[in-house]
């Protein structure tokens, strides 16, 4: 847990600057994030007669498609080392409806916490788990050969003493199995092929049952468990190299060590402290105003009832998961939505409450595009780069042919459609489509320059021709 006790102390100014690494502008969102996660370091660490009534300030992020609004809720997960889930508002029913409660997310939100703690737990134990792999691999190339009840001298001798004609079975098979070890620790032994057994996997094929109650969900995934346990405990035999059989004993042993209900305890009560539920595209579940607050049938028949399926969970409840009841109370719900057809006034206003602060991303400007082309770890310039470098390429692109891709993006977003930065890889991908189809075949190393003059040439036609940008770009 020390991991996850340093995180959540980073300071809201702390957690901008990590998200000014990956996100360009939306200052505001971010401020607003940042002060949601400091609030839950803040809660854990206030008196504890009030520290249950302090609850969460959801938030909802209101903004176009592609200014970063998924981008943040991630980044900000990842910060926190938080159980995180992203969810689409749009593939929830109400109950009645053939599809996905919305009590499932809590279920998914679970299940990932329980992965996450018992991954962590493994890596607690892994230098243990060397050890035993060890023995096994051991075992294996020289099987141990047992030493008789009265005979327990012999392998205290000295080596200078040692005379292998003399030597009992079992000495010799000990100092064996130790200069084995010996070439096992320096890597020498690493091609050679071993029989390993180990133990089957017990994932069954996926399985889920829709029903019209939440209940009927979990059923699914219970059912889905007692099938694969059905073939539980077999092992299977495979033949491979020490170093491929050292990273699947691993992982059975450092499974073994951990304490399983420990796991899901920690697990059931990280989620409920620090999980973060983001529900994306919830202006889905919006009436539009424009509608006179009439569904009109057809796929908005359960708009509402999502909403009110939806309130109990956001306003804080128990759900029913196969690890446990989860409190959902302390849970941070983030909404995402574009609000393009419908307006955040347009929820019900019970769920409107529940998610007090509001925050309005903008569109990007030419200049953020330049940025996010330039400034950020993951920039997509960096990424093509780092491609092309695998095949002996270097790619450089001038300041010029950014600003050139910078302004017909901007362009192009304002004629066609706003798609925000994704916009940048549908133009990205037609520049270089050139370049990335001619590498490795026609050009198998070197340096290229992509410059202003080289941009224009590529995207020059795309762009002037109305009817190409908006099918191409």
């Known amino acids: 847990m020390q991991k996850v006790i340093q995180h959540k102390s980073l300071t809201p100014r702390q957690i901008v600057a990590e998200l000014d690494k990956y996100i360009i502008g939306q200052d505001e969102a971010k401020r607003?994030?940042?002060?949601?996660?400091?609030?839950?370091?803040?809660?854990?660490?206030?008196?504890?007669?009030?520290?249950?009534?302090?609850?969460?300030?959801?938030?909802?992020?209101?903004?176009?498609?592609?200014?970063?609004?998924?981008?943040?809720?991630?980044?900000?997960?990842?910060?926190?080392?938080?159980?995180f889930?992203?969810?689409?508002?749009?593939?929830?029913?109400?109950v009645g409806y053939v599809g996905r409660d919305v009590e499932s997310m809590i279920r998914d939100l679970t299940d990932i916490s329980v992965n996450l703690v018992k991954t962590e737990m493994q890596e607690r134990v892994k230098e243990e788990a060397k050890k035993i792999v060890e023995d096994r691999i051991l075992d294996i190339l020289i099987p141990p050969v047992k030493q008789p009840a009265n005979d327990s001298a012999g392998f205290q001798k000295e080596d200078q003493n040692f005379n292998p004609e003399q030597a009992s079975d079992?000495?010799?098979?000990?100092?064996?199995?130790?200069?084995?070890?010996?070439?096992?620790?320096?890597?020498?032994?690493?091609?050679?092929?071993?029989?390993?057994?180990?133990?089957?996997?017990?994932?069954?094929?996926?399985m889920q049952v829709f029903g019209p109650q939440g209940g009927m969900e979990e059923m699914g995934i219970?059912?889905?468990?007692?099938?694969?346990?059905?073939?539980?405990?077999?092992?299977?035999?495979?033949?491979?190299?020490?170093?491929?059989?050292?990273?699947?004993?691993?992982?059975?042993?450092?499974?073994?060590?951990?304490?399983?209900?420990?796991?899901?305890q920690e697990a059931l009560e990280r989620v409920q402290k620090h999980g973060i539920v983001f529900i994306d595209e919830i202006d889905k579940v919006a009436e539009s105003s424009s509608g006179n607050g009439k569904g009109g049938g057809g796929p908005d028949v359960s708009r509402q009832g999502?909403?009110?399926?939806?309130?109990?969970?956001?306003?804080?409840?128990?759900?029913?998961?196969?690890?446990?009841?989860?409190?959902?109370?302390?849970?941070?719900?983030?909404?995402?939505?574009?609000?393009?057809?419908?307006?955040?006034?347009?929820?019900?206003?019970?769920?409107?409450?529940?998610?007090?602060?509001?925050?309005?991303?903008?569109?990007?400007?030419?200049?953020?595009?330049?940025?996010?082309?330039?400034?950020?770890?993951?920039?997509?310039?960096?990424?093509?780069?780092?491609?092309?470098?695998?095949?002996?390429?270097?790619?450089?692109?001038?300041?010029?042919?950014?600003?050139?891709?910078?302004?017909?993006?901007?362009q192009v977003n304002r004629r066609v459609e706003n798609i925000g930065a994704r916009r940048l890889h549908t133009i990205l991908s037609s520049l270089?489509?050139?370049?990335?189809?001619?590498?490795?075949?026609?050009?198998?190393?070197?340096?290229?320059?992509?410059?202003?003059?080289?941009?224009?040439k590529q995207l020059d036609n795309l762009v002037k021709d109305k009817d190409l940008s908006q099918y191409i770009l």
């Open 432 to 456: 270089l489509d050139e370049l990335l189809f001619a590498i490795p075949d026609d050009i198998s190393s070197g340096e290229i320059t992509i410059d202003r003059e080289y941009v224009n």
């Open 306 to 410: 999502v909403q009110r399926d939806m309130l109990p969970i956001v306003e804080g409840s128990n759900v029913s998961t196969k690890h446990g009841m989860v409190k959902t109370d302390h849970i941070l719900f983030i909404g995402s939505g574009a609000f393009h057809v419908s307006k955040p006034s347009d929820l019900i206003p019970e769920l409107q409450g529940r998610f007090p602060i509001r925050v309005e991303l903008n569109s990007l400007t030419e200049a953020d595009f330049f940025d996010i082309l330039t400034k950020p770890k993951n920039a997509l310039t960096k990424q093509y780069q780092a491609m092309l470098a695998s095949e002996g390429v270097d790619v450089e692109f001038t300041t010029d042919a950014i600003s050139e891709v910078a302004a017909i993006a901007a």
């Open 32 to 83: 607003s994030v940042s002060i949601a996660l400091r609030n839950r370091w803040r809660r854990l660490n206030a008196d504890e007669e009030i520290r249950d009534e302090i609850l969460p300030n959801n938030i909802l992020l209101i903004g176009p498609t592609g200014v970063g609004k998924t981008e943040i809720a991630r980044r900000l997960a990842k910060l926190a080392d938080a159980p």
């Open 222 to 264: 219970n059912l889905q468990d007692m099938l694969g346990n059905l073939g539980g405990g077999k092992k299977s035999k495979r033949n491979v190299t020490i170093e491929e059989a050292r990273e699947l004993l691993l992982e059975e042993e450092a499974e073994k060590l951990i304490d399983h209900d420990a796991a899901v």
């Open 170 to 206: 079992q000495e010799l098979n000990k100092r064996t199995r130790e200069k084995f070890r010996e070439k096992l620790r320096k890597g020498e032994l690493e091609d050679r092929k071993i029989e390993v057994e180990v133990s089957k996997s017990s994932k069954a094929p996926m």
């Open 85 to 94: 889930i992203k969810v689409e508002a749009s593939k929830f029913t109400e």
